[in-house]
């Protein structure tokens, strides 16, 4: 009986979508680590001089990911309790 080195079809199907997988994957990561590193440079330098760029990128972590766990309304939320901030600081 021949035993291939692959297997059988499935197994190589499911071998070459596992690797396209992981590389979709790996590329996602690294395009979010570039976003955030440049989201987290310019409000650093732009608005707030004097706060570390890890906190900054922290705040929006934290941000994303309670937004996207709790779906729609809480950005509605967040929306309805950022704004009357966001006129207290900037209108000055």
Do not use: H, W
Request: glycine share 8%; with cysteine; proline share 2%.
């Amino acid at each position: 009986m021949y035993f291939s080195a692959y297997g059988t079809q499935e197994n190589r199907c499911i071998c070459r979508i596992s690797r396209n997988m992981s590389i979709v994957i790996v590329y996602d990561i690294n395009l979010t680590s570039v976003i955030l590193r440049e989201y987290g440079d310019f409000i650093s330098v732009v608005f707030l001089q004097k706060t570390p760029t890890f906190v900054a990128i922290g705040g929006m972590v934290l941000l994303v990911s309670y937004a996207v766990r709790g779906g729609v309304e809480v950005l509605g939320r967040l929306a309805q309790l950022f704004l009357p901030l966001t006129f207290l600081v900037f209108g000055r």
